[in-house]
């Protein structure tokens, strides 16, 4: 079945340092999107790439899709305390395309 | 306004006993899906209703759980005869017309 996997599984960084975050499918995906969850709480729906190459930014944060359509990155630029968590990324399902199937998350802790 | 709502928050319950955990969706959103959430894991699919119909429940682990969502809003997932390996967080989200999901904070249960 689909497989969606991300790496690395844990991040540590000094404040101020860049972070990337990389997730690989095992099939072609329709859309990516991504989700951020803070220590104790739940997903939070960061943004959906829909297109082949598509890049897109929000702030400090940059999403890539692709050009297979299979990989997706985050990159975040000088990293905040508030950026800790566990960010994962989540294809639509192969049997069902609005169920989600999601990687492993990198969680990310923050020294300031 | 109001986002999705879950309870009970936690919930301990002996091995063998059933449980029934509550969903609120935003008001609105007719597709509602059931995740599970291993500690330091992605959230699992389980399960995927538009409005009242249970379009996809290929994710449910084995017969003892069950859901249902009869007037399209509230949902309920049901466990019965729990297991020690059904102690996991169970997420509730819903979504407008099948791009990004809301989720509520989720029903810690433990299985003792």
């Known amino acids: 079945g689909q497989q969606v996997m991300q790496i690395p599984q844990y991040q540590h960084v000094q404040e101020g340092e860049d972070f990337t975050t990389y997730c690989n499918s095992s099939t072609t995906l329709s859309n990516i999107q991504w989700y951020k969850q803070r220590p104790g709480g739940h997903p939070v729906f960061l943004i959906q790439?829909?297109?082949?190459?598509e890049v897109k930014k929000q702030k400090r944060l940059t999403f890539q899709f692709g050009e297979a359509k299979k990989n997706s990155s985050l990159h975040i630029t000088a990293t905040q305390t508030t950026d800790v968590g566990t960010y994962f990324c989540?294809?639509?399902?192969?049997?069902?395309?609005?169920?989600?199937?999601f990687g492993e998350g990198t969680q990310l802790t923050v020294n300031p | 306004g109001a986002g999705v709502s879950q309870s009970p928050r936690y919930k301990v319950a002996k091995r063998g006993q059933d449980v029934a955990l509550r969903c609120d969706p935003i008001?609105?959103?007719?597709?509602l899906f059931w995740y599970q959430q291993a500690l330091g894991q992605g959230p699992e699919f389980l399960t995927y209703f538009q409005n009242e119909a249970q379009l996809d429940k290929s994710g449910l682990p084995s017969d003892r759980f069950f859901a249902e969502r009869p007037e399209g809003s509230v949902s309920t997932l049901k466990i019965q005869r729990t297991q020690q390996e059904d102690s996991a967080v169970y997420l509730c989200?819903?979504?407008?017309?099948?791009?990004?999901?809301?989720f509520g904070p989720g029903t810690r249960l433990t299985v003792t």
């Open positions: 008001s609105g959103h007719v597709s």
């Open positions: 989540a294809g639509p399902g192969e049997t069902s395309g609005s169920r989600l199937t």
């Open positions: 790439l829909v297109k082949s190459g």
């Open positions: 989200a819903s979504s407008l017309a099948g791009y990004e999901q809301y």
